[in-house]
């Protein structure tokens, strides 16, 4: 008998593979979700997985809670605006079967329940609230109507999707994954996020045994983003291109792998405003086929070169944006040609050091100095003083100092928030069933 590999979610199967890999769920997974699985029970504690014992190989699998695994199906691609268009594919679907059933005499389309109506189907039933326990003559009790799902109206208007796929089952758990089984299955676990209560689902892929039965190798099953799924992130400078990798280590580890950034080591390829606009401007024209999202500063030349670039029509892997405009900033001491003034610095003077912990010891509160007038623009370009302060402050503060809000990290924090959208608004549009969300 063959073992089978399965992609699971709260012990609903989602994809069944026999004697062959099927589709790769590596990047759903990192390398510390490689976890031993005990009697149904994942065992997190890495100290607690071995006990100077041996851990046999059919007992690993990669697993995590569907919490984290959001942010990374939303880097996919798999955002909400996504799922939904997978949705209307399937109606879609459902409609030209209809339409070549029944002929030229049919009239109209079969209901279907609209998207808001199916995240509210869903959240209905958290999955942990449904019986597993088998069940030999299930669908003859719910063909009998009997059960939980037997006086459930909104099934009827579930769209069907592949004629042969089981929308039964052998529990009530089982038969509301298969019913939702129409739709992709990275959607699936994306809309079952929706409900709070599924968060703590845990999402097993099982290729322990499955390698232990000898149909895959172990270097067969590798974790993390894949190189075509990554995005490269290029920014001004190379005290941006620092700041941000460790901003994302400390701030967003569950998505690390999924960002890369231009080798600044030795010094920045393309260093300056300008520099960043023209690199944009060479990779739209040769068309590469790279994920990238070009990062300028939130000052006045950032603001025009990345107006200037909006000329262009970016391919659908390459996105420009600007440091977001935040409340902070809209009231900070400046220095000019008058004294010292409190202005809004957003648009004019904020590079990425002016999102960082700007309460320096035995140091005077932080402020900006306009350096030159922006003739085009009408408005002067401004830099945070001593900025360097700011960033080795960055660099030297702890992870327990963030933890506990010594080192206020609110401001990188959006910084973050605005990149992963930017990522997943690219891989959405990406994926095959977008033209239906469009």
Known sequence: MSTPLTLSVGDIILTYNTMHMGID???????????????????????????????????MCFCRSLSSLIPRLELLGY???A?????????????????????????????????????????????HTLND?????????????????ASEPDINLLPGGDPDRDTGGYSERSHFGNLLGFL?????????????????????WNCGEFIDAGWAREHDFVSGARRTQTYLIATEGSSDTHILKRAIALLRPDIQDFFRFIDVEDRHPFSGTGSLAKFAEGLVKIDVQNRVVFLFDNDAEGRDAFHGLQRFTFPTNMRATVLPDIEELRNFPA?????????????RAAAIECYLDLRLKDRKPPQVTWTNYKEKLGVYQGALDF????????????EESIRSNEYDVSKLRIVLDLLERQCSLMAEQMLPFWKYGE
Request: aromatic letters at 12%; glycine letters at 6%.
């Open 25 to 59: 769920h590596g990047m759903l997974f990192q390398e510390r979700d490689w976890l031993r699985l005990e009697n149904g029970r994942v065992i997190y504690d890495r100290c607690e997985q071995s006990d100077g014992e041996e851990v046999s190989l059919k007992d």
């Open 79 to 81: 955002t909400i605006k």
């Open 83 to 127: 799922v939904k268009a997978d949705y209307e594919r399937a109606v879609a679907y459902d409609q030209e079967q209809y339409a070549e059933t029944m002929g030229t005499a049919s009239i109209g389309n079969p209901e279907r329940l609209t998207f808001d109506q199916l995240t509210a189907f869903v959240h209905k039933y958290p999955v």
């Open 133 to 149: 326990n088998y069940v030999p003559d299930y669908d003859a009790e719910h063909e009998a109507k009997r059960g939980l799902f």
């Open 184 to 204: 992709d299955p990275y959607s699936v676990l994306r809309i079952l996020g929706e409900n709070p209560e599924n968060l703590n689902l845990q999402v097993v």
């Open 335 to 347: 220095r000019g040609p008058d004294g010292i003034t409190y202005v809004d610095i957003n648009r």
């Open 387 to 398: 900025k360097e302060s700011y960033a080795n402050a960055f660099f030297n503060a702890t």
